[in-house]
T-cell receptor, first 112, second 113 residues
Framework: SQQGEEDPQALSIQEGENATMNCSYKTSINNLQWYRQNSGRGLVHLILIRSNEREKHSGRLRVTLDTSKKSSSLLITASRAADTASYFCATDARTGGFKTIFGAGTRLFVKA | DAGVIQSPRHEVTEMGQEVTLRCKPISGHDYLFWYRQTMMRGLELLIYFNNNVPIDDSGMPEDRFSAKMPNASFSTLKIQPSEPRDSAVYFC???????????FGNGTRLTVT
């Protein structure tokens, strides 16, 4: 079964607005990652946050991690039409080898 | 530097036929992963290799599926015989020392009729 579950499943916003996506997971993790997938393409890594970190920034991306609630959020500020894609959280569990398990993803549509 | 290369990009085949998907990981990466993506089940990890050795194949759905990695620069995923429910996008990904991030290819879209 999937480790991470994203919320919402789909999100539609206007260009310039902020987009927030949430992820919940089930087991103890080493790190949590966010990936982006454009239609018809492979996933591209965006940002990684380790289990001992609470917040991380990269450009217009801000990721938070709450290990007590087993949840994370991805904030994209000042969204652009080019941000339209699916976004996935992924976790590397503390046990079970080098398995990266992906959530179901959030489909983001940014209207120009 | 070239990324992960998968071939073919699209494959259409009839039920019962053998299908072989191919992957070339990023040079120097020692971990290789095969994932399958469907609308119903999302991204599923099928199998992964470390230094060409299969480590965990617990995600391989059935004996009809097999994967090999004869050398550090090539891996195959074979389905024999194929069934319509195998229709999906199959991704290959590689990483260095098993650490994030994973680098994905653009996938093979498989349609079994």
């Amino acid at each position: 079964s999937q480790q991470g579950e994203e919320d919402p499943q789909a999100l539609s916003i206007q260009e310039g607005e902020n987009a927030t996506m949430n992820c919940s997971y089930k087991t103890s993790i080493n790190n949590l990652q966010w990936y982006r997938q454009n239609s018809g393409r492979g996933l591209v890594h965006l940002i990684l946050i380790r289990s001992n970190e609470r917040e991380k920034h990269s450009g217009r991306l801000r990721v938070t991690l709450d290990t007590s609630k087993k949840s994370s959020s991805l904030l994209i500020t000042a969204s652009r039409a080019a941000d339209t894609a699916s976004y996935f959280c992924a976790t590397d569990a503390r046990t079970g080898g080098f398995k990266t398990i992906f959530g179901a993803g959030t489909r983001l549509f940014v209207k120009a | 530097d070239a990324g992960v290369i998968q071939s073919p990009r699209h494959e259409v085949t009839e039920m019962g036929q053998e299908v072989t998907l191919r992957c070339k990981p990023i040079s120097g990466h020692d971990y290789l992963f095969w994932y399958r993506q469907t609308m119903m089940r999302g991204l599923e990890l099928l199998i992964y290799f470390n230094n060409n050795v299969p480590i965990d194949d617990s995600g391989m759905p059935e004996d009809r599926f097999s994967a090999k990695m004869p050398n550090a620069s090539f891996s195959t995923l074979k389905i024999q015989p194929s069934e319509p429910r195998d229709s999906a996008v199959y991704f290959c990904a590689s990483s260095f020392e098993g650490e994030a991030p994973l680098h994905f290819g653009n996938g093979t879209r498989l349609t079994v009729t």
